[in-house]
């Protein structure tokens, strides 16, 4: 009997699509590639669970019912694109500090809500695990919950300035590091 209810719910989840959601999974997506982007940072190192935890966001909102699972090479490219794309927003000049303050504040949210401290993925997955973590993650907070914020948007505005300049001064090849590097030295003269 234990095993049906997960097995159920397993089936049914890839059943209805409704679960999925594409808009969550690319806001989910954007957010871990601006966590990838800052933890170039030394000090920000601490939100590697949270770059993790905003992919498992996007990989199950991304499944639809036809697929019942998403690679990590699959996430990485998503991951890849969506960075692309924050870089070319940052180079034209597009404020991307709410974005990123929301992105934080969701983050947070969700690892309260999956209790990020005592939560542990099982080693041996298996069909009843992953149905049960499939539900915990659809069923976790879609946007922040926080419309108050205590520190000033200039502060988060500095916060992406730092992300890129350690992100794009790294000696890996960075995709527009020169532009990138180029428009952080226009926006600290």
Known sequence: MKKILPTLLFLFGFMTPAFADKEVADRAIRCSA?????????????LTAGEALMNRMYAYHMIDGTDTDMTNGQIVAAQTEAITKLSQDYIKGVNLAEEYRSCIYWMTDVAKYINISEYVSPEDSNEESDAAEMVLFLSAPTETSVTTFKNPIKTWEQQVDLGFVAWASQELEVPYKEAILSKVSEKFE
């Open 34 to 46: 601006f966590i990838y982007i800052e933890i170039t940072r030394p000090e920000m190192a601490g």
